[in-house]
């Protein structure tokens, strides 16, 4: 790291995670010596807790891309000093320090443990430009640091806040109201048991351009799958592209949402069906009158299919008939994509009759021909009846006879 900082003057990226043998005092030479370092990948780096070191890169300020991922000895005073320095003058009118506004472009701070609320609040107001966030098992953290931040990051695209398990629908609500609103492409939310559909359904109504959603193991239920869909189809409205001959659609949403207690087989039947839902439009046809050609005619309808469509990760025995539902829908094989959705439509009704009314059904069809068995031994009579005495014998079998408790 000397030789590097000594020697190579113009580095513009250093990746050197997983080093056992580098820690925070090496770091420094580079820090120092490479005027033009944008990209710093130093994941599970020891020394965190040296602030000279933390002073260092608030000086230099020409990060745009920090991975600090898994990285123990990062705390909020570190924190605190790479962002904002040691000492930093406060602005009487704001309540804020005054000083020069962050380059930084993606942070990663995912797992860095030592992070609580009190260090991340400074990052609202002094990352303008962040793009990519990382907050992944900072399990410390609430909704307060993200409430302030959200609406200070006006081109934020990605957002990771998997596993933070204090979280509510407070940050998603907030997050539906930022101005990242417009941009957002990815959101994990994963394992954070705390977010339904309060928080979920109005960020889905508002972040329009998602591309990825992570939300398997929180409580969100089939709503917000039907939301996702019409998110969707409302996108292929806007765009008003239809797929023309010999053309294949491709993936819009990606969203992944297993083991969510709350979600049913509907939900994911409804994603299935829009993925393959005919959509009509109206084309002109011309048509004559006394031999002259009409300018304004009539419309003749047609069938077409979106361009795009929602791939989807679901509860593992549901997942094989989604996947082949998605391989046929992204061949362009509508017909077939909707025969299966129908098939699998009626196997899960007749599973859930089965398993709720269908087996009592079958225990009694089951008890009834136990007893016509019995009056057919008994013989004579035909009901049961015994034809020495002309009593009707007694039946214990399976259900018939008394329990005692």
Request: aromatic share 4%.
């Amino acid at each position: 790291m000397k030789i590097v900082g000594q020697y190579c003057p113009r580095v513009e990226v250093l990746n050197v995670p997983w080093c056992n043998n580098v820690d925070t005092r090496g770091l420094r030479h580079v820090i120092e010596g490479c005027t033009l370092l944008r990209e710093l990948n130093v994941g599970e780096m020891r020394g965190w807790d040296d602030v000279e070191v933390m002073q260092a890169i608030f000086e230099r300020n020409t990060l745009e891309r920090l991975v600090l991922m898994r990285c123990d000895s990062l705390n909020d005073e570190s924190l605190r000093t790479i962002i904002v320095g040691r000492d930093p003058e406060i602005d009487f009118l704001t309540g804020r320090p005054n000083v020069p506004s962050r380059k930084l472009k993606h942070l990663d701070l995912t797992n860095c443990r030592g992070i609580t609320d009190a260090g991340a609040k400074v990052l609202a107001h002094n990352v303008p430009n962040l793009a990519g966030l990382q907050l992944s098992l900072c399990t410390a953290l609430t909704d307060t640091p993200l409430l302030d931040l959200l609406p200070t990051v006006p081109l934020l695209t990605h957002l990771d806040i998997d596993e933070v398990e204090h979280l509510t629908n407070a940050t998603l609500q907030c997050l539906a109201n930022s101005p990242c609103k417009e941009v957002l492409q990815h959101l994990g939310v994963s394992y954070c048991e705390n977010l339904g559909d309060a928080g979920m359904l109005p960020v889905l109504k508002s972040c329009t351009k998602l591309q990825t959603l992570d939300i398997d193991n929180t409580r969100i239920s089939d709503l917000v799958l039907a939301e996702a869909a019409a998110l969707v189809r409302a996108r292929n409205l806007l765009v008003g592209r239809r797929l023309r001959a010999g053309e294949r659609p491709t993936q819009g949403l990606r969203v992944v949402a297993y083991d969510c207690s709350n979600v049913t087989w509907m939900g994911v039947r409804e994603i299935l069906s829009r993925n393959a839902e005919a959509l009509r439009s109206y084309q002109p046809k011309d048509s004559e009158d006394d031999g002259h050609v009409a300018a304004a005619v009539a419309e003749r309808p047609t069938l077409t299919y979106p361009p795009t469509y929602l791939s989807l990760k679901a509860f593992y025995t549901w997942q094989p008939t989604v996947d082949q539902h998605t391989k046929r829908v992204a061949r362009g094989d509508f017909a077939a994509a909707n025969r299966l959705e129908r098939k699998w439509a009626d196997w899960m009704m007749l599973s859930e009759e089965a398993g709720v009314g269908g087996g009592r059904r079958r225990r009694r069809r089951a008890r009834l021909a136990e007893q016509e068995h019995a009056d057919e031994e008994v013989g004579g009579g035909g009901e049961g009846v015994n034809p020495r005495t002309g009593r009707r014998r007694a039946r214990t079998g399976p259900g018939q006879g008394c329990a005692v408790m």
